[in-house]
């Protein structure tokens, strides 16, 4: 069974980068087959595609996101990472990883999600 | 960007009825269309993929359909465990999802 934990503080400056880590168990980033993806919740909200990585190092960004963004993997620790530079109020949201299956993506798996708040 | 527009915004409805939930896409996206339930304090959960593909473990009154610019979630006989919130999400250009319909009970 796969599962995604996301990891990283929960409090975060205006302008300064946030960073969030989503750690994979129970399958292998580096077997390929899915894309590795961020979706955020603001607060009693909808859900916002973030963007997503292959584990060769592909991206794919949310267009309105794509100038602070930067996913990135590391296959040794299974993990995933998202830093999002700039912050401001407007990022306050539930951040969630998320499993995608290459063929579309579909998200199959998802984190619990992690909260982060902007705020000074 | 392509934009997906989901109606109703809320919906009310018993447990017995048949619920219906439309996401219409800004242009086509052929058949990349997927469903998601919400409930409170979770994460989504993917019921359909490809439009009218059930995802494993999901029970068969869900079903979806349409293509193009125009799809339709039905749940045949509304249950107390579906009362949540239905999001749609596109997978043809990139990826973007509805603002979601909270089916409440009435």
């Known amino acids: 069974q796969v599962q995604l934990q996301e990891s990283g503080p929960g409090l975060v400056k205006p302008s300064q980068t946030l960073s969030l880590s989503c750690t994979v168990s129970g399958g292998s980033i580096s077997s390929g087959g899915y894309y590795w993806s961020w979706i955020r919740q603001h607060p009693g909200q909808g859900l916002e595609w973030i963007g997503y990585i292959y584990y060769i190092g592909s991206t794919y960004y949310n267009p309105s996101l794509k100038s602070r963004i930067n996913i990135s993997v590391d296959t040794s620790k299974n993990q995933f990472s998202l830093k999002l530079r700039s912050v401001t109020a407007a990022d306050t949201a539930l951040y969630y990883c998320?499993?995608?299956?290459?063929?579309?993506?579909?998200?199959?798996?998802w984190g619990q999600g992690s909260l982060v708040t902007v705020s000074s | 960007d392509i934009q997906m527009t989901q109606s109703p915004s809320t919906l009310s409805a018993s447990v017995g009825d048949r619920v219906t939930i439309t996401c219409r896409a800004s242009q086509s996206i052929n058949s990349w269309l997927a469903w998601y339930q919400q409930k409170p304090g979770k994460a989504p959960k993917l019921l359909i993929y490809k439009a009218s593909s059930l995802e494993s473990g999901v029970p068969s009154r869900f079903s979806g359909s349409g293509s193009g610019t125009e799809f339709t979630l039905i749940i045949s006989s509304l249950q107390p465990d579906d009362f949540a919130t239905y999001y749609c999400?596109?997978?043809?250009?990139?990826?973007?999802f509805g603002q979601g319909t909270k089916v409440e009970i009435k």
């Open positions: 998320a499993r995608g299956e290459a063929a579309g993506p579909v998200f199959d798996y």
């Open positions: 999400q596109q997978y043809d250009s990139y990826s973007s």
